[in-house]
Structures are given as C-alpha cells and as structure tokens.
C-alpha cells in the first residue's frame, strides 16, 4: 500500500518556525518530484514548494519564498518543508504530494497524496 504520511505541524506565533516532514511508504520515490500544496477554508489548493526527484531543481510559491525550505532525502525517501518566519496567512492544512505529471504548480498533477497536518499561526 502507498502512503504519504505528514507530520510536525502545530499551533505557533507569528515569526515562530515549523519543519514538516513528508514520509512515503511502500515504495520510492527517487526519480519523482514531491511537493508541499496548503489549503484553508473555503480556499483552493494552493502551490507551496516542490523539489526535483534529484533535487537539482526547486520551485516555491512567491508568497513564501526565501521564508520556507524544500528539501529531501532519496536514501531515507524523506521530504521535508522548512517554514521560517510564519506568518496568520500561512494557516491552512499541509499537504505532501508525489509523482508529477503535469505543471509542478497543478496540484492535479500529483498522483500520491497524503492526509495533512494541520499548521495554525496565531498573531
């Protein structure tokens, strides 16, 4: 069975840090672009990060760019998503999602995905 499961997620105060962590089960995902989309209430999902099977090449929503981190490890089949600085606008559900097939900003694109974790900001 294929899963995503996400974790780290909390409730923070503006300009606290979270790390999210991304773990895939049943098989790699190595040759695969992973992505981070979020989603609040009554929102669409929205395009976070994401990361290049060999993470030569990275992607990050202008809303958190230079704020938030993209990272992995194809030997631990580990994605994470570093957020810095949060802000009450960055409140929303994180979901991981896996294997592209489309635009990497097109959270259609994606087959695999996980349930969420849920990151509140407090101000």
């Known amino acids: 069975q294929v899963q995503l499961d996400e974790s780290g997620g909390g409730l923070v105060q503006v300009g606290d840090s979270l790390r999210l962590s991304c773990a895939p089960s049943?098989?790699?995902?190595?040759?695969?672009?992973m992505a981070w989309f979020r989603q609040a209430p009554g929102k669409d999902r929205e395009f976070v990060a994401a990361?290049?099977?060999?993470?030569?090449?990275?992607y990050y929503a202008d809303s958190v760019k230079g704020r938030f981190t993209i990272s992995r490890d194809n030997a631990q089949n580990m994605v994470w998503l570093q957020m810095n600085s949060l802000k009450p606008e960055d409140t929303a559900v994180y979901f991981c999602?896996?294997?592209?097939?489309?635009?990497?900003?097109?959270?259609?694109?994606?087959?695999?995905w996980g349930q969420g974790t849920q990151v509140t900001v407090s101000s």
């Open positions: 049943g098989r790699t995902f190595s040759h695969n672009t």
């Open positions: 990361i290049s099977g060999s993470s030569d090449t990275v």
């Open positions: 999602a896996a294997q592209r097939q489309g635009p990497y900003y097109a959270a259609g694109g994606y087959r695999y």
